[in-house]
């Protein structure tokens, strides 16, 4: 597994680690302009990791938090190069200090793990829709104006159809449900995704294919 030798804060940033980093600063402990600037050097170091990655140039890499997330034990960066083909945005997470790139085994746990507690159910459909297991590659839906008029209309001859923004689902003995819509990279095709963390921390994805256009 690649390690990527950057160091922030004394902390070693490593993509899809499999320990925590152990030298963050204490949660609550960093003024406003201290978390910015931290924050600011993480935004760097996960450009340069995901030019690494797919070989980008790493002067054309952009960076972008998503979904209100910007604790450092729990973000969501969009990382995308507009020079680089294709040129759609990729999801990376930082976690307790880690980077973690979408394909590897666990990430998915690991970042709804952290991000449990003061994640907004955007942020958990972002989270799902990078680095759950079979969900395809794409965009979450949240207005129906995203979703291409032939396949909204495909997917409301079929049964049970409903548009609805990413929501979260009552679930039992402690676990939590997220459904959204999400569209693939080409707006084509329109899928339903349901994902629910147990109280163990387990985790259940479906993706479901509602229509194409």
Not at 124 to 151: C, I
């Amino acid at each position: 597994m690649d390690r990527f030798p950057w160091v922030i804060g004394g902390c070693l940033l490593l993509a899809a680690s499999s320990a925590g980093c152990q030298q963050l600063p204490p949660a609550g402990g960093l003024s406003e302009i201290e978390n910015a600037r931290m924050n600011e050097e993480i935004d760097r170091q996960v450009g340069l990791a995901a030019a690494s990655a797919y070989g980008w140039n790493p002067d054309d890499v952009l960076v972008e938090p998503l979904a209100d997330t910007g604790d450092i034990r729990c973000r969501l960066l969009a990382v995308r190069s507009p020079g680089a083909l294709p040129s759609h945005g990729r999801t990376w997470a930082v976690v307790d200090g880690e980077v973690i790139m979408p394909g590897t085994a666990g990430s998915l746990e690991r970042v709804l793990g952290a991000c449990d507690s003061v994640a907004t159910v955007d942020a958990w459909a972002e989270a799902v829709a990078a680095f759950g297991e079979g969900v395809p590659q794409g965009y979450v839906v949240r207005q129906k104006q995203e979703v291409s008029t032939l396949a909204h209309r495909r997917a409301m001859e079929g049964p049970g159809y409903e548009f609805h923004p990413p929501r979260f689902v009552d679930g039992e003995d402690g676990a939590r449900t997220v459904e959204f819509f999400l569209t693939d990279l080409e707006a084509a095709g329109l899928y339903h995704v349901r994902a629910t963390r147990g109280a163990d921390g387990s985790i259940q994805v479906s993706s479901e294919l509602l229509a194409e256009s």
